[in-house]
């Protein structure tokens, strides 16, 4: 990666920027059969729930994992702030009145557990290789 572009990667603006776009469009596309306010509405909820889910997740995962030991250090991170993740977005979804909630949620999901388990198993790793 150039010089130039790490400051823009390593950005917690940037990553929470394209979360919104990204996970907000999927909600578009995921609750486009419904009236025009339901979709946009869904979409800005999941949005900025995206938006702050990327925030939360890097340092929820860097501090439950120098918690927890052994074999539980590898699955117990991701389960808890996937669980988390998975609450708080059918729950606000639910209170804002997404009319596919399921279908809202289930990629915005996929990605944040995909990230969280190959965030914690990346510092496990990091951790074998320190002295």
Request: without cysteine; aromatic residues 8%; hydrophobic residues 55%.
């Amino acid at each position: 990666m150039s010089s130039n572009m790490r400051p823009l990667a390593q950005s917690s603006a940037v990553h929470m920027a394209v979360a919104f776009v990204a996970m907000g469009s999927w909600a578009i596309f995921a609750n486009r059969n419904h009236a025009p306010a339901q979709i946009l509405l869904a979409g800005a909820v999941q949005g900025a729930i995206s938006a702050a889910i990327t925030l939360f997740l890097k340092k929820a995962i860097e501090r439950l994992a120098r918690i927890f030991a052994g074999t539980g250090r590898l699955w117990l991170p991701p389960a808890f702030v996937i669980a988390v993740s998975a609450t708080a977005l059918a729950s606000i979804h639910r209170i804002a009145g997404t009319p596919e909630i399921l279908r809202t949620i289930a990629v915005p999901l996929l990605v944040s557990a995909s990230y969280a388990a190959a965030y914690n198993y990346s510092l496990h790793r990091k951790e074998q290789r320190s002295p």
